[in-house]
C-alpha cells in the first residue's frame, strides 16, 4: 500500500522560512526512476507546480516565483522529499502537494503525468 504524507507547513511570517517534507511509503525508491515534485494550491487558484527533481537529482525546475527562495532535495535511501523553504511571501500561502511518478525521465509542471500524491500540508505566510 502506497503512503505519502507531507509534513512541516505551519503559520509564519512574511520573510521567514520552512522546511517541507514528503515521505514515501510503499514506493521502491531502489530500482524505479521516481520523479518528484511539489506542487501547491491556494483557494480559488488552479494546482500549481512549483518545484521537480529527477531521480538522480542531476535535474531541478522551479516555478518562477519561487526561484531563488526555494530549494528542492531528495534522500532516496530515505524515500523522501524536501523544500526549503526561504523569505517567504504572503503570496506562497497555500496547500503544498508532494507527488511522484515512477519511470518519467524528465520534470513535468502538469499535474496528471503524476499518479502519486499526499493530501497537503498548509503553508500560511502573514504580513
Known amino acids: 500500500q502506497v503512503q505519502v504524507v507531507e509534513s512541516g507547513g505551519g503559520l509564519v511570517q512574511a520573510g521567514e522560512s520552512l522546511r517541507l517534507s514528503c515521505t514515501f511509503s510503499?514506493?521502491?525508491?531502489?530500482?524505479?526512476?521516481?520523479?518528484l515534485a511539489w506542487f501547491r494550491e491556494a483557494p480559488g487558484n488552479e494546482r500549481e507546480a512549483v518545484s521537480c527533481i529527477t531521480w538522480s537529482g542531476a535535474v531541478t525546475v522551479y516555478a518562477e516565483s519561487v526561484k531563488g527562495r526555494f530549494r528542492i532535495s531528495r534522500d532516496n535511501a530515505k524515500s523522501t522529499l524536501h523544500l526549503q523553504m526561504n523569505s517567504l511571501k504572503p503570496s506562497d500561502t497555500a496547500t503544498y502537494l508532494c507527488?511522484?511518478?515512477?519511470?518519467?525521465?524528465?520534470?513535468?509542471?502538469?499535474?496528471?503525468?503524476?499518479?502519486?500524491w499526499g493530501q497537503g500540508t498548509q503553508v500560511t505566510v502573514s504580513t
Open positions: 507527488a511522484a511518478e515512477e519511470k518519467m525521465p524528465e520534470c513535468s509542471e502538469f499535474s496528471p503525468s503524476y499518479g502519486y
Open positions: 510503499g514506493l521502491n525508491f531502489d530500482s524505479d526512476d521516481y520523479t
